[in-house]
Structures are given as structure tokens and as C-alpha cells.
Nanobody
Framework: EVHLVESGGGLVQAGGSLRLSCATS????????ISWFRQAPGKEREGVSCISISDGITWSTDSVEGRFTISSDNAKSTVYLQMNSLKPEDTGVYYC??????????????YGRGTQVTVSS
């Protein structure tokens, strides 16, 4: 059975940092792209960042470029999202998702339950 478990969310002041973790189990880690997306109340779901595990290629949406960094620890089958210079508009529930290699980042096969990130002004 596949599991994706997010952790690391919390309440932080604007300008602060958080590091989110996505621990995976039950899948062949190298065969997937792992992505982070977020959902804020009243807003559309937004793709934030993605990493292709097999080749390390990453992508981030323009609004977080230069502030967020996605990385993976293949030995731990875990993906991280380092979030710096946080802004109130980064507030939302952050989910990680896994997409089988070759189908991009957003055609999810699996996703977790999310972790809340709240940035106060």
C-alpha cells in the first residue's frame, strides 16, 4: 500500500522559513515525479514545485521561484520543500503527490493528507 505523509507545516511570521517533508512508502521512488501543490480557502489548487526523482529535474511556479527549493533524499524516499521568505499569500494546505514517470507532475497517482502552512503578516 502506498503512503505519502506530509509534515513540517505550522504558523510562521512573514519573512520566516519552514521545511516541509513528504515521506513516501510502498512505491518505487525512482519511478515517480513528486510534486507539492497547495490549496487556500476560496482559491484554486495551485501547483508549487515538482522533482523528477530519476534525473533530479525540478520545476517551481513563478510565485515561489527563488524562495522555495525542492529536493529529495532517495535513501529515505523523502522529498523536502524548503520555504524561505514566506509571504501571507503562501498560506494554505500543502499536499505532496506522486505521478508515475513520463506523465509529468500533475497527473497524480497518489497524494497525502496535507499539512497546514499559515503565514501571518
Amino acid at each position: 500500500e502506498v503512503h505519502l505523509v506530509e509534515s513540517g507545516g505550522g504558523l510562521v511570521q512573514a519573512g520566516g522559513s519552514l521545511r516541509l517533508s513528504c515521506a513516501t512508502s510502498g512505491l518505487i521512488f525512482d519511478n515517480y515525479a513528486i510534486s507539492w501543490f497547495r490549496q487556500a480557502p476560496g482559491k484554486e489548487r495551485e501547483g508549487v514545485s515538482c522533482i523528477s526523482i530519476s534525473d533530479g529535474i525540478t520545476w517551481s511556479t513563478d510565485s515561489v521561484e527563488g524562495r522555495f527549493t525542492i529536493s529529495s533524499d532517495n535513501a529515505k524516499s523523502t522529498v523536502y520543500l524548503q520555504m524561505n521568505s514566506l509571504k501571507p499569500e503562501d498560506t494554505g494546505v500543502y499536499y505532496c503527490a506522486a505521478t508515475d514517470y513520463g506523465r509529468g507532475c500533475w497527473d497524480y497517482d497518489y497524494y497525502g493528507r496535507g499539512t497546514q502552512v499559515t503565514v501571518s503578516s
